[in-house]
């Protein structure tokens, strides 16, 4: 009987191993595995998996394998990472923003410096998205009604309070003049299911990635108010910026790659000319555009000063609007 | 709008039906009920596995390739819940509760061929829903609100008062509160802030379903084996009359012919809710079935009731096609593998959305006809498998226990690769073990745990959204309607009561 089910499982799992694509001669790295703190289909996900998919078909890494290991905010992979260090110096986590903001809330008690940062390679803007048949067609129009009555307009986000999705909103809202501490923010426990509740009239804002509805506000079912960039958008020209509205926020999620702590300088460099390389193909312009991407490089110590402005930023942000104490 | 439809359908005929499609849904289907059955690897890692293939291929055939290895996963994921009373995948939980028993009764071909006849119904009525009602159901996912959630939660769990029979209502109901305590544990998602993790990293995200219902059925299981010394395990020997045999009477079938279809549309609209899943399908299917059971079936569900097996998996195969509605009509994923499907979408340049009728039509259809073919695949192949793999209770018993645990702990450390879940499944499995021995029923814990964070963050959401006021619940049409049909479900035995009472008295004087 177990000669059936070993056989079977032979079957499974030699079919599996038959059909992988085999690594490229030339490439420069040999195997990269992207460590994702957190579930498929996420925003970590899609950027580990378009990033890590780019590379091997540009020949750029041999063999790309990845991981989800989602828990704690991203806090069960940052754990994961420095307690096993010596076993994963082909390991690269993604991550993005919300290392930031969940250290300083004390989600985890890790911060980027307890890893080697990489690099920063794209950004998404924040955006505020209403459903097509909203009353709304400007974003001024959503502050004057907050400012008439704050409980009149609550905004869905895919995190919880406190969170880059609710930050920038109250960020907005301070900007305007308005007091962000009256913001009614709905907190749904993914992107996408915060855009269905944005559907279905749970709410009539929501505060997402700009690459979270593109797609959708492309195809005319919600529309794009504003978004966080200093300037438009190339993939979206009609919409406006806060800081064209008169309202001085700019915000960028970016994404990026953390190494094990003390990887090894040679192998760090080795990863920043890979990427460098990255950014050259036709490949990566392509990837870049589906998911609404745009480049945000800043290679090995240039990523450790731009955390560091992130980090004074936000945190002075959040003590104001008293999410820190 | 017809015409649109039948342009549809042919042109999803055309696209499935070329050879390489062919042979691609068969492939599918073939690599998704092997790695289903696996335990420990569910349709998220068989579907993930098989992306790296896909590249390359024309969008349409690599959809049909990753959808067949979903449903397929999914359809061989009985597997190891019939068998070894260890589900592989959380939306396979629900088919211990029934399937296990039967096969120990001496019967597991014919709980695996149950099983796999209840998924094709499944499957196959949900994909002719899935054809005729796509843009209708859209609609329904769409404008489900928060609050309808919590009313879908809370009708949800008036399933455990059919949990069990009459004495032990007191027992399930505590289980019940069990599980939804458990189901606290970990980071609040509305406030963020941590919840009986007592400092420790490893419980910010709560316990894990699969993990719970690991616990509490296969090691307690492996532990009463090996405490019931006479029982029912020894007597099995493949050369028992029936063991193998997959036969199901005419009147068996006939008597699950109600409840596949029930459970087939329960299934498939709660997966067309982004927020619900198969997982949520399937347990709420089985307590439907259970509620409506006359009283002589009821005392049969748990013990190895053909209606109590064929409800879970008629229900988790079509919540599984109904979660492509709101996954191709509005790009939003509704569990994990349905995410993952959307990212390989978005890879092969194809934008989900209300337009991808229009856009990409041979995607759509193609993906949608190539289901019809999958699921009678799926049988074809699984049909004939089910001797051998039945063959494996014939085991004795001193190394099936062993069999069980180890692919419990293989298959609690394969979700997160994280050694404390194990200690954490020993540790739940004593205290469950305890409680079985006093007699208490373990599905209600599995019902509550699975319901009680979706119904507290709904409500928490309800009442932000609703500025903190309860009206909601009756002032929505749609979650007035939920409510209505609850208040039926708690009612209906008090009426039957009612019935038998006066039919009592009516014999009485009569006798």
Request: net charge positive.
């Amino acid at each position: 009987m177990k000669k059936g089910l070993l056989s079977i499982l032979f079957i499974a799992i030699a079919s599996v191993f038959l059909v992988l694509p085999s690594a490229a001669a030339d490439s420069m790295v040999e195997e990269i595995h992207f460590l994702i703190p957190g579930g498929a289909g996420g925003g970590w996900d899609t950027t580990a998996r378009g990033v890590g998919r780019t590379l091997q078909t540009t020949g750029l890494v041999g063999t790309a394998s990845f991981e989800n290991m989602s828990g704690g905010g991203g806090g069960k992979a940052i754990n994961h990472i420095i307690s096993t260090a010596r076993r994963q110096q082909n390991t690269l986590m993604v991550n993005s923003t919300p290392i930031v903001i969940r250290s300083l809330q004390g989600v985890f008690p890790q911060s980027f410096r307890d890893l080697t940062p990489v690099a920063s390679v794209i950004a998404d803007f924040a955006a505020f998205v209403v459903p097509k048949g909203s009353k709304y067609t400007s974003f001024t129009q959503v502050v004057a009604d907050f400012k008439r009555n704050p409980k009149s307009v609550k905004v869905a986000g895919g995190s919880v309070k406190g969170s880059m999705d609710h930050l920038v909103p109250a960020m907005a809202i301070e900007a305007a003049g308005g007091d962000p501490l009256k913001l009614v923010y709905v907190p749904y426990d993914a992107g996408g299911k915060a855009m269905a509740g944005l559907l279905s009239g749970d709410t009539q804002v929501l505060s997402t990635g700009f690459g979270e509805a593109v797609n959708l506000a492309s195809q005319g079912e919600v529309r794009i108010l504003a978004v966080t960039s200093a300037e438009r958008l190339a993939e979206a020209p009609d919409v406006a910026t806060l800081k064209e509205l008169g309202y001085d926020v700019v915000f960028a999620n970016w994404r990026g790659f953390f190494g094990p702590p003390n990887l090894s300088k040679k192998k760090v460099d080795q990863y920043l000319a890979m990427f460098k390389k990255m950014y050259g193909t036709s490949e990566w312009d392509s990837t870049r555009k589906k998911y609404g991407w745009q480049n945000l490089y800043n290679p090995g110590a240039e990523f450790i000063t731009f955390l560091e402005q992130q980090e004074k930023a936000v945190g002075e942000m959040m003590r104001n609007l008293g999410f820190l104490q | 709008m017809f015409d649109g439809l039948l342009n549809g359908m042919m042109m999803g005929i055309e696209t499935a039906f070329i050879p390489m499609n062919i042979v691609i849904v068969l492939f599918a289907c073939f690599m998704g009920s092997m790695i289903g059955m696996l335990p420990g690897l569910g349709p998220i890692t068989a579907v993930a596995l098989m992306i790296p293939l896909t590249y390359g291929l024309n969008p349409a055939t690599g959809m049909i390739l990753l959808a067949g290895v979903y449903y397929g996963a999914i359809f061989g994921g009985s597997t190891s819940s019939i068998l070894i009373n260890a589900p592989g995948e959380a939306a396979v939980v629900a088919t211990t509760f029934d399937g296990y028993p039967l096969a120990r009764r001496g019967q597991p071909g014919k709980a695996l061929a149950v099983a796999a006849y209840a998924s094709f119904s499944g499957g196959t009525i949900s994909v002719i829903l899935l054809m005729f009602f796509a843009p209708a159901m859209a609609n329904v996912s769409k404008n489900f609100q928060s609050g309808d959630y919590f009313a879908l939660m809370i009708l949800g769990l008036t399933a455990i008062s059919a949990f069990t029979g009459r004495g032990s209502f007191l027992k399930s109901i505590l289980m019940a509160i069990f599980g939804l305590m458990l189901s606290t544990i970990g980071t609040d998602q509305t406030s963020g802030t941590q919840r009986f993790t007592f400092g420790s990293l490893e419980l910010l995200d709560g316990i894990d379903f699969l993990l719970l219902a690991m616990a509490t059925f296969a090691i307690t299981e492996a532990v009463f084996i090996v405490l019931n010394r006479d029982a029912a395990s020894d007597s099995f020997k493949p050369r028992n009359l029936g063991f193998k045999s997959l036969k199901v009477s005419k009147k068996e079938i006939k008597s699950i012919i109600p409840t596949v279809g029930r459970s087939s549309l329960l299934g498939y609209f709660i997966g067309v809710l982004p927020g619900a899943g198969a997982t949520l399908g399937s347990m709420m299917a089985y307590g439907m079935e259970r509620n409506l059971a006359s009283k002589e079936d009821q005392a049969e569900f748990g013990k190895g009731s053909l209606k109590g097996l064929a409800a879970p998996e008629a229900g988790n195969n079509a919540a599984s096609t109904g979660s492509f509605i709101p996954l191709l009509t509005l790009g939003i994923p509704g569990s994990g593998t349905t995410a993952v499907m959307l990212g390989a979408l978005i890879a092969y340049g194809i934008n989900p959305g209300p337009r991808m009728f229009v856009e990409s039509p041979e995607t759509f259809w193609g993906v949608i006809m190539s289901m019809y073919m999958g699921n009678m695949f799926l049988l074809v192949i699984n049909l004939p498998l089910i001797p051998y793999i039945a063959r494996l209770l014939a085991v004795p018993r001193n190394m099936l226990v062993p069999f069980i645990l180890f692919f419990s702990i293989i298959g609690v450390y394969l979700i997160t690769f994280n050694a404390f879940d194990i200690k954490m499944m020993v540790i739940i499995g004593v205290i469950a073990l305890f409680l079985r021995l006093m007699d208490f029923p373990m599905a209600p814990i599995l019902l509550g745990f699975i319901l009680g964070g979706l119904m507290e963050y709904n409500l928490r959401r309800a009442l932000i959204i609703n500025d903190e006021s309860l009206s909601f619940m009756w002032e929505r049409p749609s979650t007035l309607i939920i409510n209505l049909i609850t208040l039926v479900f708690l009612l209906l035995p008090l009426i039957r009561e009612a019935r038998t009472r006066i039919s009592l008295m009516r014999q009485k004087p009569a006798a």
